[in-house]
């Protein structure tokens, strides 16, 4: 259900970190939210996130972890947003519907880091998870994903800069536990292809079963629970 990875290469986050230096920036207390007192930061201007997204969206649709454990079929335009001291974003729950004349159903919502954890302070993305509360702070490259119902704020950075990257994107499967077992599913399947030969997987013994077992799960999750 929560599942942080490691997402860009050094490079790609010098090439991202130019558009941040050259952008327009857009005050962030216009967006989103009524409330004013709610949210304050900068995002970046559309042209520019355009130009941003297309540096990181090949390896967000070749990361393992987000073809399968959040399986998207669609997502927003990241919104790439710039936190001063004095920014924060209070507790609130992202909007179920996202996008403009084509709407779709937020079912994960992901932060992708593009600042290190030494660059500044405060700024933790803080999740509510029933009774506890989840402190996310990872290293610049680094992303985290979550469902999107879950209530979250990011505390007041008193010091420095956190530049971070924020889409929602629609899952494959609308119900959590049908994305996690598909997730499950295909783990199982590529530990199967490192630890077995071909032709163990594919003439009788234990392996073959396995194999059979998962290729079933996941053909039933495709047919009857993927919403394609």
């Keep these: 259900m929560l ?7 050094e490079v790609q986050l ?18 989103g939210s009524p409330d004013k007192n709610l949210k304050s930061n900068l995002q970046m201007d559309y042209p520019n996130s355009y130009n941003a997204w297309d540096l ?18 669609r997502q927003t335009l990241p ?13 609130h729950c992202d909007a179920t519907l996202m996008g403009g004349d084509e709407k779709l159903r937020s079912d994960v919502s992901t932060t992708i880091f593009l600042s290190n954890p030494d660059d500044y302070e ?22 985290f994903s979550y469902p999107t119902g879950l209530r979250h704020k990011v505390t007041e950075v008193t010091d420095g800069v956190r530049d971070v990257a924020l889409m929602w994107h629609q899952s494959m499967f609308r119900n959590i536990s049908d994305r996690e077992a598909f997730g499950r599913n295909r783990l199982m399947n590529r530990e199967l292809s ?6 163990d997987l594919q003439h009788g013994g234990s392996a073959w ?16 629970k993927a919403e394609l």
């Design 3 to 9: 599942y942080r990875y490691e997402l860009l290469s």
């Design 14 to 31: 010098k090439h991202v970190g130019n558009f941040y230096d050259f952008c327009d920036w857009i005050d962030g207390s216009d967006t």
């Design 56 to 73: 990181i969206k090949p390896s967000w649709e070749e990361n393992h972890v987000v073809m399968n454990f959040t399986t998207p079929v």
């Design 79 to 91: 919104i790439f947003a710039r936190y001063l001291p004095g920014h924060h974003y209070d507790w």
């Design 122 to 143: 405060g700024g933790e993305l803080l999740i509510e998870l029933g009774t506890e509360i989840l402190s996310v702070k990872l290293p610049a490259g680094w992303a």
């Design 194 to 199: 490192e630890k077995f030969s071909r032709e």
């Design 209 to 224: 079963q396995l194999q059979k077992f998962v290729d079933e799960e996941h053909m039933y999750l495709i047919r009857s």
